[in-house]
């Protein structure tokens, strides 16, 4: 049986830390991954390198951006997969920049966005949409929404 894979990217090195949250997620539910650091503004052809190459090695694209959040919106325009947006908190605008940004894709580019730093969330949002090719995590999902019950 085939793993999914979720191809991980991200604007800085310093967005690490953060995506910390979903690889951890991500290993809880069996999901394997690739994080890969390109900016939409300082190595741009990486990043369209990587969005033009992710549907021959993921099943769908998390990617962290903060302030203008270009990456997430360059991504998607250059990819059919999938793509989740997390917005990163900056001290300036507190994130909102980021979110604004990533939420406001035009028409036939969209970017599932979750919450400022949501990178838990983001893993989660994966493994559900993964859960409709992949149905061994279904089980995993109704198992974690229970242990969420529990706390």
Same mark, same amino acid.
């Given at each position: 049986?085939?793993?999914?894979?979720?191809?991980i990217i991200c604007g800085s090195k310093s967005d690490l830390p953060l995506l910390d949250?979903?690889?951890?997620?991500?290993?809880?539910?069996?999901?394997?991954?690739?994080?890969?650091?390109?900016?939409?503004?300082?190595?741009?052809?990486? *990043? $369209?390198?990587?969005?033009? #190459?992710?549907?021959?090695?993921?099943?769908?694209? =998390?990617?962290? +951006?903060?302030? &203008? %959040?270009?990456l997430p919106g360059v991504v998607a325009g250059h990819t059919i997969l999938p793509v989740?947006?997390?917005?990163?908190?900056?001290?300036?605008?507190?994130?909102?920049?980021?979110?604004? *940004? $990533?939420?406001?894709?035009? #028409?036939?580019?969209?970017?599932?966005?979750?919450? =400022?730093?949501? +990178?838990?969330? &983001? %893993?989660?949002?994966?493994?559900?949409?993964?859960?409709?090719?992949?149905?061994?995590?279904?089980?995993?999902?109704?198992?974690?929404?229970?242990?969420?019950?529990?706390?």
């Amino acid at each position: 049986m085939k793993k999914p894979t979720v191809g991980i990217i991200c604007g800085s090195k310093s967005d690490l830390p953060l995506l910390d949250k979903a690889a951890k997620q991500l290993d809880e539910f069996g999901i394997s991954y690739k994080v890969t650091v390109a900016s939409a503004h300082r190595s741009p052809e990486l *990043a $369209i390198a990587f969005a033009k #190459s992710a549907e021959k090695k993921y099943d769908l694209i =998390i990617a962290a +951006a903060g302030m &203008a %959040a270009a990456l997430p919106g360059v991504v998607a325009g250059h990819t059919i997969l999938p793509v989740i947006g997390i917005p990163v908190f900056s001290k300036a605008l507190k994130g909102l920049d980021a979110l604004f *940004a $990533i939420v406001q894709m035009p #028409s036939g580019v969209p970017v599932a966005t979750v919450t =400022i730093d949501g +990178a838990k969330n &983001a %893993a989660v949002l994966a493994a559900q949409i993964l859960s409709l090719k992949y149905p061994q995590l279904k089980k995993k999902l109704k198992d974690f929404k229970k242990q969420l019950a529990g706390k």
